[in-house]
């Protein structure tokens, strides 16, 4: 069972227009979510990060969004860029059990067309 | 700059070969991981590790095997390669308990082809 979902595979979004990558999750115990960027025959690199404390976590043009009533987070890129075009995975983390692995959702592929 | 260095970025084996990916980190991580990426089926967990000797199961270890005779080396070993081993092979590492601050460090891949 998925505890953590990237329900869209892909999206398309116009150059200088915002992308929203959506991310949901079930268990309740996370505390602490990440978003990874992965680039074709590249490892992932972090992005940004959120602790469950906070509903907003801004870093330039990207900004996470915790919504924890709904199990939801979300993030923003503004304005987009064709660079911006990779493979998007969010990740949850508890700080207790399983020495803090991360689970991560299958990914959304991001293509941002000039 | 911290770094975990995957031996090969790509990789061609023959069906039955036991195949070795090696990977070496310089961050004195505790934690090591082995995953794979396939379209549709995102990141899955093969093995981890917490310590030197020390391996636990991921979400599919089947066929594969590991080794962790050192901190900063993990070995991902497919015993006798298959066609449905043909995948984009990450190393990955962490502090231990760790989610806090960037989560893992991934290395770049092996993108390994079994014919």
């Known amino acids: 069972d998925q505890q953590v979902k990237q329900n869209s595979p892909s999206l398309s979004v116009q150059e200088g227009r915002i992308s929203i990558l959506n991310c949901d999750y079930t268990?309740?115990?996370?505390?602490?979510f990440l978003w990874y960027k992965k680039y074709p025959a590249e490892g992932p690199t972090f992005l940004i990060s959120i602790s469950s404390i906070k509903d907003k976590n801004e870093d330039g043009r990207f900004t996470v969004f915790l919504n924890k009533s709904a199990k939801h987070l979300s993030l923003h890129i503004v304005p987009s860029q064709p660079g911006d075009s990779a493979v998007y995975f969010c990740?949850?983390?508890?700080?207790?059990?399983?020495?803090?692995?991360?689970?991560f959702g299958k990914g959304t592929k991001l293509s941002v067309k000039p | 700059d911290v770094k975990v260095t995957q031996s090969s970025r790509y990789l061609v084996k023959r069906t039955g070969e036991k195949v070795f990916l090696e990977c070496v980190q310089d961050m004195d991580h505790e934690n090591m991981f082995w995953y794979r990426q396939d379209p549709g089926l995102g990141l899955r967990l093969i093995y981890f590790s917490y310590d030197v000797k020390m391996k636990e199961k991921g979400d599919i270890p089947e066929g594969y095997s590991v080794s962790r005779e050192k901190k900063e080396r993990f070995s991902l070993i497919l015993e006798s390669a298959s066609t449905n081993q043909t995948s984009m092979y990450l190393c990955a590492s962490s502090l231990i308990g760790m989610a806090q601050g960037y989560g893992y460090t991934f290395g770049s891949g092996t993108r390994l082809t079994v014919v």
């Open positions: 268990n309740s115990m996370f505390d602490y």
């Open positions: 990740a949850a983390s508890t700080s207790t059990g399983s020495q803090g692995n991360l689970i």
